[in-house]
């Protein structure tokens, strides 16, 4: 298997906010694809925010840990401010950015409640990272990890091109639940009226040829030590 358990340490911009608690769970929870009380019992979740038409504009995790913040790549930060700041006026707070490193743990085995996604029997855990004794995985290593578990790697290049559905993410990222947030209506069109539901896996690249589809779409590629390995979405024919 090409699975490799271990860590991986990214550094994230962590947006907080000044002002009331209750302005700033309406104002998110208005916004982002993901139910925030999902919070009373796990330490990180994982969401996004979409525009009208349902596409994503910026993915990234949720924690209540210090209040609620947002953690995103630095690579999507500007799009997400600049969405934020067209509501935030109207709840009376201030947002404040800091920087936090943020430790993926990759693992075969359960070893918490807590792990943010798993696939079949491999796990990842997300936690603040608090000291350097641990050896980390490569870059390389922790992006074939993400795709072998199935998991889309939102970043800039993606902004406003793909609606959750397309990658995966109505599954790990969204709440039918949860009532009105922006993007909702076309996401919850898209869930209860399409007959024929997407399939998003891994594959070795070579091994395209072998899903019986007619509509298979690339949505990610690794290479890894000479082997090309891709996620692709596909309708089973």
Same mark, same amino acid.
């Given at each position: 298997s090409y699975f490799k358990p271990g860590s991986f340490a990214i550094n994230k911009k962590v947006i907080s906010f000044e002002g009331s608690?209750?302005?700033?769970? !309406?104002?998110?929870?208005?916004?982002?694809? /993901?139910?925030?009380?999902?919070?009373?019992? =796990?330490?990180? @979740?994982?969401?996004?925010?979409c525009d009208? =038409?349902?596409?994503?504009? /910026?993915?990234?995790?949720?924690?209540?840990?210090?209040?609620l913040e947002i953690l995103v790549d630095e690579s999507c930060l500007s799009v997400l401010l600049e969405e934020l700041s067209k509501f935030i006026k109207f709840y009376n707070l201030e947002m404040e950015i800091?920087?936090?490193? %943020?430790?993926?743990?990759? #693992?075969k085995k359960n070893n918490s409640m807590g792990h943010i +996604?798993?696939?079949n029997m491999l796990f990842c855990d997300i936690e603040f990272k608090e000291n350097d004794h641990e050896k980390l995985l490569t870059e390389a290593e922790?992006?074939?990890?993400?795709?072998?578990?199935?998991? +889309?790697?939102?970043?800039?290049?993606d902004v406003g091109k793909h609606r959750p559905h397309d990658v995966g993410m109505n599954e790990s990222h969204v709440s039918f639940s949860k009532g009105c947030f922006r993007g909702q209506e076309v996401i919850a069109?898209? !869930?209860?009226? #399409?007959?024929?539901?997407?399939? @998003? @896996?891994?594959?070795? /690249?070579?091994?395209? *040829?072998?899903?019986?589809?007619?509509k298979i779409k690339t949505l990610?590629?690794? #290479?890894? !030590?000479?082997?090309?390995? *891709?996620? %692709? #979405?596909?309708?089973?024919?």
């Open positions: 608690k209750d302005n700033v769970f !309406e104002l998110l929870q208005g916004q982002v694809t /993901a139910d925030l009380k999902d919070l009373e019992s =796990k330490n990180f @979740i994982q969401s996004c925010l009208e =038409k349902g596409f994503i504009k /910026a993915e990234f995790l949720l924690s209540n840990e210090n209040g800091n920087s936090r490193e %943020v430790l993926y743990k990759f #693992s +996604f798993s696939n922790f992006n074939l990890n993400i795709l072998l578990m199935g998991q +889309f790697l939102f970043n800039y290049q069109r898209t !869930e209860h009226l #399409s007959k024929k539901k997407k399939e @998003i @896996i891994s594959i070795k /690249a070579e091994d395209e *040829a072998n899903i019986k589809s007619k990610k590629e690794v #290479s890894f !030590e000479g082997t090309t390995f *891709a996620l %692709v #979405s596909f309708i089973p024919d």
